[in-house]
DNA sequence: TGAAATGTTGGGGCG
DNA sequence: ACGCCCCAACATTTC
Protein backbone atom coordinates (compact mmCIF):
# COMPACT_ATOMS: atom_id res chain seq x y z
CA UNK A 1 0.00 0.00 0.00
CA UNK A 2 1.37 3.50 -1.31
CA UNK A 3 0.23 6.88 0.17
CA UNK A 4 -1.07 9.71 -2.62
CA UNK A 5 -0.58 12.47 -0.39
CA UNK A 6 -2.90 15.79 -2.21
CA UNK A 7 -1.81 18.95 -1.67
CA UNK A 8 -2.52 21.26 -4.42
CA UNK A 9 -2.97 18.91 -7.20
CA UNK A 10 -7.54 18.07 -6.90
CA UNK A 11 -7.29 16.17 -10.01
CA UNK A 12 -7.05 12.47 -11.44
CA UNK A 13 -5.84 13.22 -15.16
CA UNK A 14 -2.41 13.80 -16.00
CA UNK A 15 -1.37 13.48 -12.57
CA UNK A 16 2.17 12.12 -12.29
CA UNK A 17 2.07 11.69 -8.22
CA UNK A 18 -1.02 9.42 -8.67
CA UNK A 19 0.76 7.54 -11.46
CA UNK A 20 3.82 7.25 -9.41
CA UNK A 21 1.62 5.83 -6.70
CA UNK A 22 -0.29 3.59 -9.08
CA UNK A 23 2.81 2.54 -10.79
CA UNK A 24 4.84 1.51 -7.52
CA UNK A 25 1.96 -1.28 -6.93
CA UNK A 26 0.09 -2.52 -3.96
CA UNK A 27 -2.65 0.15 -3.76
CA UNK A 28 -3.11 3.65 -3.46
CA UNK A 29 -4.45 5.41 -0.58
CA UNK A 30 -5.92 8.71 -1.68
CA UNK A 31 -4.33 11.18 1.68
CA UNK A 32 -5.89 15.30 1.69
CA UNK A 33 -4.52 16.48 5.19
CA UNK A 34 -6.44 19.56 6.29
CA UNK A 35 -3.90 21.42 7.70
CA UNK A 36 -4.61 24.06 10.43
CA UNK A 37 -1.54 25.85 10.08
CA UNK A 38 -3.15 26.67 6.22
CA UNK A 39 -6.60 26.23 7.05
CA UNK A 40 -6.37 28.59 10.41
CA UNK A 41 -5.51 31.42 7.99
CA UNK A 42 -8.45 34.02 7.31
CA UNK A 43 -9.38 32.73 3.40
CA UNK A 44 -13.02 31.55 3.19
CA UNK A 45 -13.41 31.79 -0.31
CA UNK A 46 -10.54 29.69 -1.27
CA UNK A 47 -11.08 27.50 1.99
CA UNK A 48 -14.53 27.08 0.99
CA UNK A 49 -13.70 26.36 -2.65
CA UNK A 50 -10.86 23.83 -1.42
CA UNK A 51 -13.30 21.81 0.31
CA UNK A 52 -15.87 21.73 -2.29
CA UNK A 53 -13.40 20.57 -4.55
CA UNK A 54 -12.37 18.26 -2.14
CA UNK A 55 -16.01 16.48 -2.14
CA UNK A 56 -16.06 16.34 -6.08
CA UNK A 57 -12.80 14.69 -5.27
CA UNK A 58 -13.94 11.91 -3.45
CA UNK A 59 -16.79 11.48 -5.64
CA UNK A 60 -14.66 10.80 -8.74
CA UNK A 61 -12.22 8.53 -6.87
CA UNK A 62 -15.78 6.61 -5.86
CA UNK A 63 -16.83 6.31 -9.23
CA UNK A 64 -13.25 4.68 -10.09
CA UNK A 65 -13.31 2.08 -6.81
CA UNK A 66 -11.24 4.63 -4.63
CA UNK A 67 -12.37 7.08 -1.81
CA UNK A 68 -10.48 10.23 -0.50
CA UNK A 69 -9.41 9.66 3.43
CA UNK A 70 -8.94 12.85 5.32
CA UNK A 71 -7.30 13.54 8.25
CA UNK A 72 -6.88 17.04 10.58
CA UNK A 73 -3.78 18.21 12.16
CA UNK A 74 -0.19 18.44 11.41
CA UNK A 75 0.85 17.02 7.94
CA UNK A 76 4.18 16.00 9.83
CA UNK A 77 2.54 14.09 12.12
CA UNK A 78 -0.66 13.32 10.61
CA UNK A 79 1.20 11.80 7.24
CA UNK A 80 3.59 9.47 9.26
CA UNK A 81 0.97 8.39 11.47
CA UNK A 82 -1.19 6.88 8.47
CA UNK A 83 1.52 5.80 6.89
CA UNK A 84 2.10 3.49 9.86
CA UNK A 85 -1.36 2.67 10.34
CA UNK A 86 -1.79 0.97 6.89
CA UNK A 87 2.00 0.31 7.14
CA UNK A 88 2.45 1.99 3.81
CA UNK A 89 5.46 1.71 1.54
CA UNK A 90 5.84 5.14 0.14
CA UNK A 91 4.53 8.39 0.49
CA UNK A 92 3.96 9.89 -3.33
CA UNK A 93 2.87 13.54 -3.60
CA UNK A 94 3.50 16.47 -5.90
CA UNK A 95 6.39 18.72 -4.90
CA UNK A 96 5.54 22.04 -4.12
CA UNK A 97 7.75 25.11 -3.94
CA UNK A 98 6.84 27.55 -1.00
CA UNK A 99 8.91 27.62 1.70
CA UNK A 100 6.13 26.43 3.95
CA UNK A 101 5.90 23.48 2.09
CA UNK A 102 9.42 22.71 1.58
CA UNK A 103 10.17 22.65 5.48
CA UNK A 104 6.74 20.34 5.77
CA UNK A 105 8.33 17.90 3.35
CA UNK A 106 11.45 18.06 4.60
CA UNK A 107 10.21 17.03 8.08
CA UNK A 108 8.13 14.57 6.51
CA UNK A 109 10.52 12.86 4.18
CA UNK A 110 12.62 12.66 7.70
CA UNK A 111 9.94 9.93 9.02
CA UNK A 112 8.53 8.34 6.03
CA UNK A 113 9.85 7.63 2.06
CA UNK A 114 8.45 10.29 0.70
CA UNK A 115 8.56 10.57 -3.53
CA UNK A 116 8.22 14.33 -4.64
CA UNK A 117 6.96 13.84 -7.92
CA UNK A 118 7.20 16.67 -10.30
CA UNK A 119 3.83 18.11 -11.88
CA UNK A 120 3.45 21.49 -10.71
CA UNK A 121 4.83 23.16 -13.49
CA UNK A 122 5.59 22.27 -16.84
CA UNK A 123 9.44 22.15 -16.09
CA UNK A 124 10.66 21.46 -12.35
CA UNK A 125 11.44 24.31 -10.55
CA UNK A 126 14.89 25.05 -10.47
CA UNK A 127 14.76 23.24 -14.22
CA UNK A 128 14.86 26.31 -16.15
CA UNK A 129 18.64 28.45 -15.45
CA UNK A 130 20.28 29.97 -16.64
CA UNK A 131 23.95 29.09 -18.90
CA UNK A 132 26.01 29.41 -15.88
CA UNK A 133 23.49 27.59 -13.58
CA UNK A 134 22.02 30.46 -11.90
CA UNK A 135 17.94 31.10 -12.01
CA UNK A 136 16.71 34.19 -14.23
CA UNK A 137 15.16 37.38 -12.57
CA UNK A 138 13.89 38.40 -15.41
CA UNK A 139 10.92 37.26 -17.42
CA UNK A 140 11.85 37.61 -20.81
CA UNK A 141 15.04 35.43 -20.88
CA UNK A 142 13.17 33.00 -18.44
CA UNK A 143 10.38 32.61 -20.63
CA UNK A 144 12.75 32.29 -23.63
CA UNK A 145 14.79 29.34 -21.92
CA UNK A 146 11.82 27.88 -20.79
CA UNK A 147 10.37 28.06 -24.50
CA UNK A 148 13.65 26.43 -25.44
CA UNK A 149 13.28 23.06 -23.47
CA UNK A 150 11.58 19.84 -24.63
CA UNK A 151 7.75 20.94 -25.00
CA UNK A 152 5.48 18.86 -22.62
CA UNK A 153 4.61 15.41 -23.71
CA UNK A 154 1.09 14.67 -23.66
CA UNK A 155 -0.94 14.77 -20.68
CA UNK A 156 -1.79 10.97 -18.66
CA UNK A 157 -4.85 10.03 -19.08
CA UNK A 158 -7.52 9.30 -15.88
CA UNK A 159 -6.96 6.26 -14.12
CA UNK A 160 -9.44 3.32 -15.74
CA UNK A 161 -10.42 2.21 -12.39
CA UNK A 162 -8.43 2.61 -9.03
CA UNK A 163 -7.50 -0.23 -6.13
CA UNK A 164 -9.73 -0.20 -3.50
CA UNK A 165 -9.38 1.39 -0.60
CA UNK A 166 -9.33 -0.31 2.93
CA UNK A 167 -11.79 0.62 6.34
CA UNK A 168 -10.28 3.86 7.81
CA UNK A 169 -11.44 6.97 9.69
CA UNK A 170 -11.68 10.24 7.14
CA UNK A 171 -12.63 12.93 8.81
CA UNK A 172 -15.82 15.22 7.65
CA UNK A 173 -15.10 17.46 5.01
CA UNK A 174 -15.58 21.29 7.03
CA UNK A 175 -19.33 23.05 5.34
CA UNK A 176 -17.85 26.37 3.47
CA UNK A 177 -20.27 27.87 0.78
CA UNK A 178 -18.18 27.26 -2.36
CA UNK A 179 -18.14 30.76 -4.72
CA UNK A 180 -20.84 30.10 -7.12
CA UNK A 181 -18.96 31.52 -10.12
CA UNK A 182 -16.26 28.59 -9.68
CA UNK A 183 -18.05 25.63 -9.41
CA UNK A 184 -14.38 23.22 -8.26
CA UNK A 185 -13.99 19.92 -9.98
CA UNK A 186 -11.69 19.04 -12.89
CA UNK A 187 -14.33 17.98 -15.28
CA UNK A 188 -15.47 21.39 -14.48
CA UNK A 189 -11.89 22.87 -15.24
CA UNK A 190 -11.79 21.17 -18.76
CA UNK A 191 -14.87 22.25 -19.90
CA UNK A 192 -14.06 25.77 -19.33
CA UNK A 193 -10.35 25.49 -20.79
CA UNK A 194 -12.48 23.83 -23.89
CA UNK A 195 -14.60 26.98 -23.97
CA UNK A 196 -11.75 29.11 -23.66
CA UNK A 197 -9.60 27.44 -26.28
CA UNK A 198 -12.68 27.40 -28.89
CA UNK A 199 -13.62 30.91 -27.85
CA UNK A 200 -11.87 34.03 -26.51
CA UNK A 201 -8.19 33.02 -27.16
CA UNK A 202 -8.17 33.75 -30.25
CA UNK A 203 -8.78 38.03 -29.68
CA UNK A 204 -7.06 37.38 -25.90
CA UNK A 205 -3.94 39.60 -27.07
CA UNK A 206 -6.38 42.45 -26.39
CA UNK A 207 -9.91 40.71 -25.17
CA UNK A 208 -7.85 39.96 -21.68
CA UNK A 209 -7.53 43.51 -20.87
CA UNK A 210 -10.71 44.85 -21.76
CA UNK A 211 -12.39 44.84 -18.43
CA UNK A 212 -16.14 44.62 -19.20
CA UNK A 213 -15.57 41.57 -21.40
CA UNK A 214 -15.37 38.12 -20.89
CA UNK A 215 -11.91 37.79 -22.40
CA UNK A 216 -9.66 35.95 -19.89
CA UNK A 217 -9.82 32.30 -19.19
CA UNK A 218 -10.42 32.60 -15.44
CA UNK A 219 -8.76 29.22 -14.81
CA UNK A 220 -6.82 30.56 -12.10
CA UNK A 221 -8.56 29.35 -9.56
CA UNK A 222 -8.43 25.64 -11.01
CA UNK A 223 -4.72 26.38 -11.90
CA UNK A 224 -4.42 26.88 -8.45
CA UNK A 225 -5.37 23.57 -7.09
CA UNK A 226 -4.24 21.82 -9.53
CA UNK A 227 -8.35 20.57 -10.58
CA UNK A 228 -5.87 21.76 -13.72
CA UNK A 229 -2.47 21.03 -14.48
CA UNK A 230 -0.36 23.64 -16.29
CA UNK A 231 0.50 20.81 -18.77
CA UNK A 232 -2.79 20.21 -19.79
CA UNK A 233 -2.86 24.33 -19.99
CA UNK A 234 -0.05 24.83 -22.32
CA UNK A 235 -0.75 21.74 -24.57
CA UNK A 236 -3.83 23.13 -25.26
CA UNK A 237 -2.60 26.73 -25.80
CA UNK A 238 0.41 24.90 -28.21
CA UNK A 239 -2.63 23.12 -30.28
CA UNK A 240 -4.86 26.14 -30.53
CA UNK A 241 -1.56 28.20 -31.90
CA UNK A 242 -2.29 31.73 -33.15
CA UNK A 243 -1.28 35.06 -31.51
CA UNK A 244 -3.71 35.15 -29.02
CA UNK A 245 -2.90 31.70 -27.68
CA UNK A 246 1.32 32.58 -28.04
CA UNK A 247 0.01 35.55 -25.69
CA UNK A 248 -1.84 33.17 -23.48
CA UNK A 249 0.95 30.69 -23.27
CA UNK A 250 3.36 33.91 -21.79
CA UNK A 251 0.40 34.09 -18.92
CA UNK A 252 1.10 30.28 -17.83
CA UNK A 253 4.53 30.89 -17.87
CA UNK A 254 4.59 34.00 -15.77
CA UNK A 255 3.07 31.52 -13.33
CA UNK A 256 6.11 29.33 -13.74
CA UNK A 257 8.26 32.47 -13.52
CA UNK A 258 6.92 33.54 -9.93
CA UNK A 259 7.08 29.65 -8.65
CA UNK A 260 10.76 29.65 -9.49
CA UNK A 261 11.52 32.87 -8.10
CA UNK A 262 9.39 31.77 -5.14
CA UNK A 263 11.66 29.02 -5.04
CA UNK A 264 15.43 30.38 -5.36
CA UNK A 265 13.98 33.51 -2.82
CA UNK A 266 12.04 32.54 -0.63
CA UNK A 267 12.64 35.83 1.18
CA UNK A 268 10.77 37.69 -1.40
CA UNK A 269 7.44 36.61 1.12
CA UNK A 270 8.92 39.03 3.59
CA UNK A 271 10.42 41.47 1.93
CA UNK A 272 11.31 43.58 -1.35
CA UNK A 273 13.26 40.95 -3.77
CA UNK A 274 15.76 44.08 -3.56
CA UNK A 275 17.25 44.92 -0.90
CA UNK A 276 17.00 48.51 -1.87
CA UNK A 277 13.68 49.26 -2.34
CA UNK A 278 13.18 47.69 1.50
CA UNK A 279 13.01 51.33 3.56
CA UNK A 280 10.10 53.33 1.10
CA UNK A 281 8.34 55.81 3.58
CA UNK A 282 5.24 54.05 3.62
CA UNK A 283 2.25 55.96 4.62
CA UNK A 284 0.48 54.12 8.08
CA UNK A 285 -2.94 54.95 6.80
CA UNK A 286 -5.92 52.94 8.25
CA UNK A 287 -8.75 54.79 7.19
CA UNK A 288 -7.18 54.58 3.71
CA UNK A 289 -6.86 51.10 3.67
CA UNK A 290 -10.46 50.42 4.93
CA UNK A 291 -11.33 52.59 1.75
CA UNK A 292 -9.24 50.95 -0.46
CA UNK A 293 -10.60 47.50 1.08
CA UNK A 294 -14.22 48.16 0.99
CA UNK A 295 -13.83 49.74 -2.86
CA UNK A 296 -14.65 53.38 -1.58
CA UNK A 297 -11.98 55.43 -2.76
CA UNK A 298 -14.02 57.47 -5.16
CA UNK A 299 -12.14 56.33 -8.26
CA UNK A 300 -15.00 54.34 -9.90
CA UNK A 301 -12.39 51.56 -11.87
CA UNK A 302 -10.44 51.04 -8.38
CA UNK A 303 -13.43 50.66 -6.69
CA UNK A 304 -15.18 47.63 -8.98
CA UNK A 305 -12.00 45.74 -9.21
CA UNK A 306 -12.23 45.85 -5.49
CA UNK A 307 -15.91 44.75 -4.81
CA UNK A 308 -15.57 42.47 -7.69
CA UNK A 309 -13.03 40.59 -5.36
CA UNK A 310 -15.46 40.58 -2.33
CA UNK A 311 -18.42 39.35 -4.11
CA UNK A 312 -17.01 36.42 -6.48
CA UNK A 313 -13.32 36.27 -4.56
CA UNK A 314 -12.10 37.20 -8.25
CA UNK A 315 -10.67 39.88 -10.02
CA UNK A 316 -9.39 40.52 -13.37
CA UNK A 317 -6.01 40.44 -14.07
CA UNK A 318 -6.10 44.14 -15.39
CA UNK A 319 -7.74 45.39 -12.73
CA UNK A 320 -5.56 43.54 -10.33
CA UNK A 321 -3.00 46.03 -11.60
CA UNK A 322 -4.64 49.06 -11.46
CA UNK A 323 -6.29 48.45 -7.97
CA UNK A 324 -2.69 47.51 -6.57
CA UNK A 325 -0.81 50.95 -8.19
CA UNK A 326 -3.63 52.85 -6.58
CA UNK A 327 -2.57 51.32 -3.17
CA UNK A 328 0.85 51.38 -3.92
CA UNK A 329 1.35 54.56 -5.57
CA UNK A 330 -1.62 56.25 -4.57
CA UNK A 331 -2.18 55.71 -1.60
CA UNK A 332 1.67 55.31 -0.58
CA UNK A 333 0.39 52.40 1.54
CA UNK A 334 3.06 49.35 1.95
CA UNK A 335 1.80 46.43 -1.22
CA UNK A 336 2.68 43.95 1.35
CA UNK A 337 -1.07 45.05 3.17
CA UNK A 338 -2.30 44.65 -0.28
CA UNK A 339 -0.77 41.14 -0.54
CA UNK A 340 -2.00 40.18 2.36
CA UNK A 341 -5.69 41.56 1.55
CA UNK A 342 -5.66 39.90 -1.38
CA UNK A 343 -5.09 36.21 -0.09
CA UNK A 344 -7.46 36.31 2.13
CA UNK A 345 -9.95 37.05 -0.96
CA UNK A 346 -8.50 35.56 -3.45
CA UNK A 347 -10.08 32.20 -4.87
CA UNK A 348 -7.19 31.64 -6.30
CA UNK A 349 -4.85 33.16 -4.20
CA UNK A 350 -1.11 31.38 -4.50
CA UNK A 351 1.85 33.01 -2.44
CA UNK A 352 4.22 32.94 -5.72
CA UNK A 353 1.54 34.53 -8.12
CA UNK A 354 0.68 37.48 -5.52
CA UNK A 355 3.79 38.26 -4.32
CA UNK A 356 4.94 38.53 -7.67
CA UNK A 357 2.28 40.70 -8.93
CA UNK A 358 2.93 42.70 -6.09
CA UNK A 359 6.22 43.17 -5.96
CA UNK A 360 5.99 44.07 -9.89
CA UNK A 361 3.31 46.72 -8.94
CA UNK A 362 5.26 48.43 -6.17
CA UNK A 363 8.68 48.31 -8.07
CA UNK A 364 10.65 46.38 -5.46
CA UNK A 365 10.46 42.98 -7.38
CA UNK A 366 12.09 41.43 -10.36
CA UNK A 367 11.15 42.66 -13.75
CA UNK A 368 9.16 45.03 -11.65
CA UNK A 369 7.80 47.92 -13.11
CA UNK A 370 10.10 50.87 -13.10
CA UNK A 371 8.93 53.01 -9.93
CA UNK A 372 7.89 55.96 -11.97
CA UNK A 373 5.18 54.09 -13.67
CA UNK A 374 2.27 54.90 -12.39
CA UNK A 375 -1.26 54.20 -13.48
CA UNK A 376 -3.64 57.26 -13.83
CA UNK A 377 -7.27 55.33 -12.46
CA UNK A 378 -9.48 57.79 -14.90
CA UNK A 379 -6.84 56.47 -18.28
CA UNK A 380 -7.16 53.18 -17.09
CA UNK A 381 -10.87 52.78 -16.47
CA UNK A 382 -11.33 54.84 -19.98
CA UNK A 383 -8.71 52.54 -22.21
CA UNK A 384 -10.02 49.02 -20.59
CA UNK A 385 -13.53 49.87 -19.39
CA UNK A 386 -14.28 52.42 -22.67
CA UNK A 387 -18.16 52.16 -21.97
CA UNK A 388 -18.53 51.93 -18.58
CA UNK A 389 -19.66 48.59 -18.04
CA UNK A 390 -17.38 47.48 -15.90
CA UNK A 391 -18.12 49.84 -13.31
CA UNK A 392 -21.96 49.71 -13.42
CA UNK A 393 -22.09 46.31 -13.15
CA UNK A 394 -19.52 46.10 -9.33
CA UNK A 395 -20.94 49.84 -8.72
CA UNK A 396 -24.32 50.44 -8.84
CA UNK A 397 -24.64 53.65 -7.27
CA UNK A 398 -23.11 55.04 -10.64
CA UNK A 399 -25.37 52.81 -13.31
CA UNK A 400 -27.08 55.55 -14.09
CA UNK A 401 -23.82 57.97 -14.53
CA UNK A 402 -23.45 58.67 -18.38
CA UNK A 403 -20.05 57.20 -20.41
CA UNK A 404 -18.56 60.92 -20.28
CA UNK A 405 -18.19 60.86 -16.43
CA UNK A 406 -17.86 57.21 -15.51
CA UNK A 407 -14.46 57.19 -14.69
CA UNK A 408 -13.91 60.71 -12.72
CA UNK A 409 -17.79 61.12 -11.73
CA UNK A 410 -17.11 64.42 -9.58
CA UNK A 411 -16.43 66.12 -12.37
CA UNK A 412 -20.18 65.86 -13.53
CA UNK A 413 -21.97 69.36 -13.09
CA UNK A 414 -24.58 69.63 -10.35
CA UNK A 415 -27.70 69.00 -12.13
CA UNK A 416 -26.31 65.61 -13.81
CA UNK A 417 -25.27 64.33 -10.33
CA UNK A 418 -28.62 65.13 -8.96
CA UNK A 419 -30.24 63.38 -12.43
CA UNK A 420 -28.21 60.54 -12.32
CA UNK A 421 -28.57 59.77 -8.54
CA UNK A 422 -24.79 59.76 -7.86
CA UNK A 423 -24.18 63.45 -5.88
CA UNK A 424 -20.59 62.78 -5.00
CA UNK A 425 -20.17 62.62 -0.95
CA UNK A 426 -23.71 61.53 -0.63
CA UNK A 427 -23.88 58.25 -3.13
CA UNK A 428 -20.91 57.83 -3.87
CA UNK A 429 -17.38 58.98 -2.46
CA UNK A 430 -15.56 61.92 -3.51
CA UNK A 431 -12.05 60.94 -4.76
CA UNK A 432 -10.06 59.90 -1.85
CA UNK A 433 -6.72 61.10 -2.45
CA UNK A 434 -6.30 63.53 -6.02
CA UNK A 435 -4.23 61.53 -8.30
CA UNK A 436 -2.05 64.66 -9.64
CA UNK A 437 -0.59 64.94 -5.87
CA UNK A 438 -0.68 61.16 -4.82
CA UNK A 439 1.69 60.92 -8.23
CA UNK A 440 4.41 63.72 -7.29
CA UNK A 441 4.54 62.23 -3.81
CA UNK A 442 5.20 58.91 -4.72
CA UNK A 443 7.93 60.16 -7.33
CA UNK A 444 9.21 61.92 -3.81
CA UNK A 445 8.97 58.78 -1.54
CA UNK A 446 10.86 56.54 -4.27
CA UNK A 447 13.29 59.30 -5.02
CA UNK A 448 14.83 59.39 -1.78
CA UNK A 449 15.65 55.27 -2.28
C1' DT B 1 2.07 45.22 -18.60
C1' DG B 2 2.37 54.49 -18.24
C1' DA B 3 1.68 59.09 -17.96
C1' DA B 4 3.00 63.80 -17.90
C1' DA B 5 5.91 67.33 -19.55
C1' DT B 6 8.16 69.22 -23.15
C1' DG B 7 9.41 69.72 -27.99
C1' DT B 8 8.24 69.88 -33.00
C1' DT B 9 5.49 70.41 -36.99
C1' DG B 10 2.16 72.14 -39.96
C1' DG B 11 -2.46 73.88 -41.19
C1' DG B 12 -5.32 77.65 -40.99
C1' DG B 13 -7.14 82.15 -39.25
C1' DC B 14 -6.10 86.68 -39.43
C1' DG B 15 -4.23 91.37 -39.93
C1' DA C 1 1.34 87.62 -50.24
C1' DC C 2 3.30 87.31 -45.96
C1' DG C 3 4.30 86.85 -41.15
C1' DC C 4 2.44 85.84 -36.90
C1' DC C 5 -0.04 83.26 -33.70
C1' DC C 6 -2.76 79.49 -32.11
C1' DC C 7 -3.18 74.94 -31.34
C1' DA C 8 -4.01 70.22 -32.57
C1' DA C 9 -1.40 66.29 -33.55
C1' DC C 10 2.38 63.80 -33.05
C1' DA C 11 7.16 62.79 -31.22
C1' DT C 12 10.49 62.78 -27.64
C1' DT C 13 12.01 63.16 -23.07
C1' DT C 14 11.45 62.77 -18.30
C1' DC C 15 9.71 61.05 -14.05
Known amino acids: MNIWWIRRDLRLADNPALAAALAAGGGVLPVFILDDALLSQPAEKRQGFLYAGLNILDEDLRRLGSR ?69 TVFTPYS ?24 LHSETIPDLPAPENFPPGEREARGRLNAFINGPIDAYGDGRNRLDLDGTSALSPYLRFGMLSARQAVVAARRAAGPGAETWLNELIWREFYQSILYHFPHVLHGAFRPALQSIPWRDAPEDLRAWQAGLTGYPVVDAGMRQLAATGWMHNRARMIT ?22 L ?103
Request: aromatic share 10%; proline share 11%; net charge neutral.
Open 68 to 136: LIVRRGDPRVEIPRLAREVAAGSVFAEHDVSPYALRRDAAVAAQVDLRLVHGLGVHPAGAVTRPDGGPY
Open 144 to 167: RAWKALPAPGQPLPTPAALPPVPE
Open 324 to 345: ASFLVKDLLINWQAGERWFMRQ
Open 347 to 449: VDGDPAANNGGWQWTAGTGTDAAPYFRIFNPVLQGQKFDPLGDYVRRWVPELAAVPEKYIHAPWEMPAEEQSASRAVIGRDYPAPIVEHAFARQRTLEAYAGK
